[in-house]
């Protein structure tokens, strides 16, 4: 396999200088959409299920919502970034537990 990849190099160090160039833009624009791709990939889509009205949405939709929120989130991050952030974020260690009952 190295000397396929060697063999390949060595081919196009003789084609003229636009054709490296396009193959060098494209290879470059091919791993920077997979790599994309894998970043789009990890942000998790956080589902909310409200006693038994479950709705199930095609893939497609759900890889747009998560594509929605991954680019909400990007810009509000941006922003916190330059302007500082606007609210103040409070975390709880305790689980509040709601039981329905009399008073």
């Given at each position: 396999?190295?000397?396929?990849?060697?063999?390949?190099?060595?081919?196009?160090?003789?084609?003229?200088?636009?054709?490296?160039?396009?193959?060098?833009?494209?290879?470059?624009?091919?791993?920077?959409?997979l790599?994309?791709?894998?970043?789009?990939?990890?942000?998790?889509?956080?589902?909310?299920?409200?006693?038994?009205?479950?709705?199930?949405?095609?893939?497609?939709?759900?890889?747009?919502?998560?594509?929605?929120?991954?680019?909400?989130?990007?810009?509000?991050?941006?922003?916190d970034?330059?302007?500082?952030?606007?609210?103040?974020?409070?975390?709880a260690?305790?689980?509040?537990?709601?039981?329905?009952?009399?008073?």
């Amino acid at each position: 396999m190295l000397k396929n990849i060697e063999n390949y190099i060595a081919d196009l160090r003789g084609k003229p200088e636009i054709v490296r160039k396009r193959i060098a833009f494209f290879s470059s624009l091919g791993f920077t959409a997979l790599i994309f791709v894998f970043w789009m990939a990890s942000y998790g889509i956080k589902t909310k299920v409200i006693a038994s009205d479950i709705e199930i949405k095609s893939p497609i939709s759900s890889m747009t919502a998560s594509v929605g929120n991954a680019a909400t989130g990007i810009f509000k991050y941006a922003k916190d970034i330059i302007f500082g952030k606007s609210e103040t974020e409070y975390s709880a260690n305790d689980i509040i537990e709601l039981i329905p009952g009399d008073k």
